[in-house]
């Protein structure tokens, strides 16, 4: 059990039947009244967000998320497939299912699944993936000042918004959370 007044950003809670993971939480204290804690929950299955606020004595069950690194092995029309590296295991999941999750990664590559009871909800990839660009505009010389950026399609098909210099074939350095380019390799 994790009280209110414990909350923290990417804690999961069993909440009215559903799991939900916090997203936001603030302590509020106004100047009449008792204190709460007002908070911002996705659900894990659904994906939909809601908001609820909490006394900060009230408890709420912890859900446990279990997490078992498996390898990526293809894409099959709808569905991607991957293997448990331990028991060489194969399973294959909706695209669906794992919305956006996916585009920063290619085949072969380690990924996290998080389960809870036992079915899989999502798909944790790398946080930092090298990937090359396959398609970009070129750069022109000395248009640096402004910090601009132009788009560039990288290996997965995904687009990453990158600067001028950055030009067709370079290797580049993409945080998978922001979906933002770091630097080049």
Not at 39 to 63: D, H, M, W, Y
Not at 84 to 96: K, R, V
Not at 114 to 135: C, D, R, W
Request: charged fraction near 25%; include cysteine; glycine fraction near 8%.
């Amino acid at each position: 059990m994790v009280s209110a007044g414990d909350f923290r950003n990417g804690i999961t809670i069993e909440l009215e039947g559903n799991v939900y993971q916090i997203i936001e939480f603030q302590h509020v204290k106004p100047g009449k009244g008792a204190a709460f804690v007002r908070t911002k929950l996705k659900n894990i299955k659904s994906g939909g967000v809601v908001e609820k606020t909490f006394r900060p004595t009230e408890k709420c069950p912890q859900a446990r998320i279990d997490r078992r690194e498996m390898q990526y092995l293809y894409a099959d029309g709808d569905l991607y497939n991957f293997m448990d590296t331990e028991n060489y295991e194969q399973m294959a999941m909706s695209a669906a299912d794992i919305q956006d999750s996916m585009k920063f990664v290619k085949e072969n590559e380690m990924v996290k699944m998080l389960s809870h009871n036992g079915s899989v909800f999502a798909v944790e990839p790398p946080l930092f993936v090298e990937l090359e660009i396959t398609e970009t505009e070129p750069g022109f010389k000395g248009d640096t000042a402004t910090g601009a950026t132009k788009p560039a399609t990288v290996e997965t098909g995904a687009v990453v918004y990158v600067p001028l210099f950055v030009n067709q074939g370079d290797v580049i350095k993409i945080d998978t959370r922001t979906g933002e380019y770091l630097s080049r390799v």
